[in-house]
């Protein structure tokens, strides 16, 4: 899709109202309650230590117009 870009970060930059793609290719939103900090396996997000197979998740970001222009959220 053209309206949204696709960024590679460390899993320690996702925050609760982030759109990622999971390793099985699909949108989801994370919320306060997918996240999880310490324990055995360190952070997970929606219970996986490593989506992807690596630390790395893939953010999306979307395109929306407003009155200062197209503002990426």
């Known amino acids: ?12 930059q996702i925050t609760a ?14 919320c306060k309650k997918d996240i ?16 992807s197979g690596y630390q790395k998740v893939k953010r999306v970001k979307f395109a929306v117009p407003t009155s200062n222009g197209i503002v990426y959220r």
Not at 37 to 49: A, M, R
Request: aromatic residues 8%.
């Open 1 to 12: 899709m053209e309206n949204m870009i696709i960024q590679e970060v460390h899993m320690s």
């Open 17 to 30: 109202g982030d759109t990622i793609i999971c390793g099985d290719e699909k949108m989801r939103t994370v």
């Open 36 to 51: 999880q900090h310490g324990g055995f396996c360190g952070t997970t997000i929606f219970g996986s230590s490593y989506i």
